[in-house]
């Protein structure tokens, strides 16, 4: 499973991550900074008034890998 995992600073200069399940395999960096760049701007998501997600800091795909020993995905339990 690939996930995209999106960081950015808050406005109190934590560092918060934002995972991504689904999005096109084909991204472009360019595409991605827009992209986290307009939800930095959208200023919707916030705790306490600290804006979670304030300024673009990196971008990264995460790919995961499950090496079954017997069975398969339908019969493993969920984690």
């Keep these: 499973m690939r996930k995209l995992q999106l960081g950015f600073k808050t406005a ?3 560092r918060r991550s934002l995972t991504l399940n689904y999005f096109r395999d084909d ?3 360019d ?3 827009a992209a986290m760049q307009q939800i930095a ?3 919707l998501f916030n705790k306490d008034g600290d ?3 304030h300024e673009p800091l990196s971008a990264k795909y995460i790919t995961k ?3 079954y ?3 398969d995905k339908d019969s493993a ?3």
């Design 31 to 33: 595409e991605v900074k």
């Design 51 to 53: 804006d979670l997600y």
């Design 12 to 14: 109190g200069g934590a």
């Design 65 to 67: 890998t499950e090496d």
């Design 27 to 29: 991204l472009k960096t």
């Design 41 to 43: 701007d959208a200023q």
């Design 69 to 71: 020993i017997f069975g």
């Design 77 to 79: 339990p969920l984690a």
